[in-house]
């Protein structure tokens, strides 16, 4: 997993589940195989961009105002360039929530270790300890 370093930290976000992503102002940005990024783009103006950069793999409309794109990994600095946060989006804010909705999935602050060798381990781990933890409190109330 490359982009996950202290360089794109503020944007760096995982789900439900414990899956990363990036989140940049157009688009979640997340890892598809070893060579290509998935987006999931609500941006019209920045479809166009990315068309017309010839950025785009595989590109799918849906039914919400969401485009499901394929990018080369390679292109990731440009995808940042093109719409990061200069400082993190409030976990509470009216952004985040609709980005939620949109994405049918929550946004949760990413709170695993960067840039170790076992990363996915010991992200697993600590995901599975979290869940284990919630699970005990639930059954004692």
């Known amino acids: 997993m490359v982009f996950f ?12 589940q414990g899956k990363p992503f990036l989140l940049l102002k157009y688009a979640e940005v ?9 987006l999931h783009c609500w941006s019209k103006k920045m479809l166009a961009v990315l068309r017309f950069e010839g950025l785009i793999l595989f590109e799918m409309a849906t039914d919400d105002p969401l485009y499901i794109l394929r990018v080369d990994r390679a292109h990731l600095a440009r995808l940042i360039s093109l719409g990061a946060f200069k400082k993190r989006p409030d976990i509470n804010g009216a952004w985040l929530k609709g980005k939620e909705k949109l994405l049918a999935h929550k946004i949760l602050t990413y709170r695993f270790k960067l840039n170790s060798t076992n990363q996915k381990k010991e992200n697993d781990h600590e995901l599975h300890q979290t869940m284990d933890t ?3 409190e639930a059954r004692k109330s």
């Open 5 to 16: 370093t202290e360089q794109y930290k503020h944007m760096l976000w995982h789900d439900e």
């Open 134 to 136: 919630k699970i005990q």
């Open 30 to 38: 997340f890892e598809y195989s070893d060579t290509v990024l998935g």
